[in-house]
T-cell receptor, first 113, second 114 residues
Framework: GENVEQHPSTLSVQEGDSAVIKCTYS??????FPWYKQELGKRPQLIID?????GEKKDQRIAVTLNKTAKHFSLHITETQPEDSAVYFC????????????FGTGTRLTIIP | NAGVTQTPKFQVLKTGQSMTLQCAQD?????MSWYRQDPGMGLRLIHY???????DQGEVPNGYNVSRSTTEDFPLRLLSAAPSQTSVYFC?????????????FGSGTRLTVV
């Protein structure tokens, strides 16, 4: 089955700086790559996703890039704010949707005021 | 529109007891799934369903059963609870083929097995 590795496990960034979280996946058939944000004690929420026919997608301060050849994808957060502090999960699926979606182990992002 | 409703929010079980975690959604989502979340291990898929009457195993199915008799409900049964099943359990639902793919998660059930 799919294996998703996520790095780093923890990340501290000065407010206003950028944060980058990287993931690699093992199954070349994977074609859907969402990112979820989970605040302390709350449920995960989708923040952005990308499909394999797209190399990059941006939504305001958040962007995701995908390199299918290398089988890795990254989350970029610019101009970080205290409310960006949370655990972020990447995930991969072979079905252009959530069927058999496999998550990474998460990155705890702390924004230092 | 309540989204995904999970009950109970907290539960303590003794080893060997059985119980059912309830999950219901009112968004007419075809796809429903159960994940467990453990520290440092992310979210691991237990079982999933692509529609009423259809279920399949995920990454960590042992010790759990599911059924999907209606589109709305997807209960998770622990057959004989073990301490290794202490975890936070999330139910999630989504459309299968669009228009949007994002999961809607329930609020979670924190289960402790003693």
């Amino acid at each position: 089955g799919e294996n998703v590795e996520q790095h780093p496990s923890t990340l501290s960034v000065q407010e206003g700086d950028s944060a980058v979280i990287k993931c690699t996946y093992s199954d070349s058939a994977s074609n859907y790559f969402p990112w979820y944000k989970q605040e302390l004690g709350k449920r995960p929420q989708l923040i952005i996703d990308i499909r394999s026919n797209v190399g990059e997608k941006k939504d305001q301060r958040i962007a995701v890039t995908l390199n299918k050849t290398a089988k890795h994808f990254s989350l970029h957060i610019t101009e970080t704010q205290p409310e960006d502090s949370a655990v972020y999960f990447c995930a991969a699926s072979p079905n252009f949707g959530n069927e058999k979606l496999t998550f990474g182990t998460g990155t705890r992002l702390t924004i230092i005021p | 529109n309540a989204g995904v409703t999970q009950t109970p929010k907290f539960q303590v079980l003794k080893t060997g007891q059985s119980m059912t975690l309830q999950c219901a959604q009112d968004m007419n989502h075809e796809y429903m799934s159960w994940y467990r979340q453990d520290p440092g291990m992310g979210l691991r898929l237990i079982h999933y369903s692509v529609g009423a009457g259809i279920t399949d195993q995920g990454e960590v199915p042992n010790g759990y059963n599911v059924s999907r008799s209606t589109t709305e409900d997807f209960p998770l049964r622990l057959l004989s609870a073990a301490p290794s099943q202490t975890s936070v359990y999330f139910c999630a639902s989504s459309y299968l083929g669009g228009p949007t793919y994002g999961y809607t998660f329930g609020s979670g059930t924190r289960l402790t097995v003693v």
